[in-house]
Structure formats: C-alpha cells, structure tokens
C-alpha cells in the first residue's frame, strides 16, 4: 500500500524559505504523478503544484515563481522548495499521489489524487 510521509515543516519568518520534503514508499515511486497540497485553518484544502513522471510542473497561479516542485526517482522522495513567504502560506502541507501509474498529472487538483500523507505543519510569522 502507498505511504506518503512528509516533513520539513516548521516556523519560519515572513521572507523566509523551507523545504518539504514527501517520502514514498510502497509502490513504484517513479511511475506516478505527484503533487503539494495544502490546508489553512477553516479553508479548503487547495493544490500547490505537480509534478508529472517526465518532470513537467504545474503551479497553483498565486505559488508560482515562489515554490518549486521536484522530485529524486532514486530516492523515492517529492520535494516542495518555498521562498518568499508571508502569513499567508501558514497551513499543513500534504503530498498526495495519483491513483493509477498510467495517470497524467493534470494539475493540482485535489479530486485528482486519491492518495495522502499526513501533513507536515508550516507557519510563517510576520
């Protein structure tokens, strides 16, 4: 069975930069389209960025420029790299996987993806 398990979360300064990080394991890391997501208290959750088998990325409009999705095959791991934070990006973060290797990512939807971590917590103060 899939398992998604982030980390790298934390608090930060408003301006400030962190890393996620999405360990995967249980199934053929390579093969699948991933994404970011997050979740601010009484918000929905909504999608950061993806990142197709082939390397292609897509970005929620208000994250591009400021994050950066990746992804290390030989390591089975997802990375999110966020700078220029503000209070705003305050929210747990989740990496999530597509249901079927044969599905393209086609944008950070959260119906697209089936497949959840537990979350890693970020808060950005000003």
């Known amino acids: 069975r899939a398992q998604l398990v982030e980390s790298g979360g934390g608090s930060v300064q408003a301006g400030g930069s962190l890393r996620l990080s999405c360990a995967a394991a249980?199934?053929?890391?390579?093969?699948?389209?991933m994404g970011w997501f997050r979740q601010a208290p009484g918000n929905h959750r909504e999608g950061v960025a993806t990142?197709?088998?082939?390397?292609?990325?897509t970005y929620a409009e208000s994250m591009k420029g400021r994050f950066t999705i990746s992804r290390d095959n030989d390591k089975n791991t997802l990375y999110l790299q966020m700078s220029s934070l503000s209070p705003e990006d305050t929210a747990m973060y989740y990496c999530?996987?597509?249901?079927?290797?044969?599905?393209?990512?086609?944008?950070?939807?959260?119906?697209?993806?089936?497949?959840w971590g537990q979350g890693t917590q970020v808060t950005v103060s000003s």
């Open positions: 999530a996987r597509r249901a079927d290797y044969w599905l393209r990512c086609r944008g950070p939807n959260t119906y697209d993806f089936p497949y």
């Open positions: 249980g199934y053929d890391y390579r093969n699948y389209c």
């Open positions: 990142i197709d088998t082939d390397g292609s990325t």
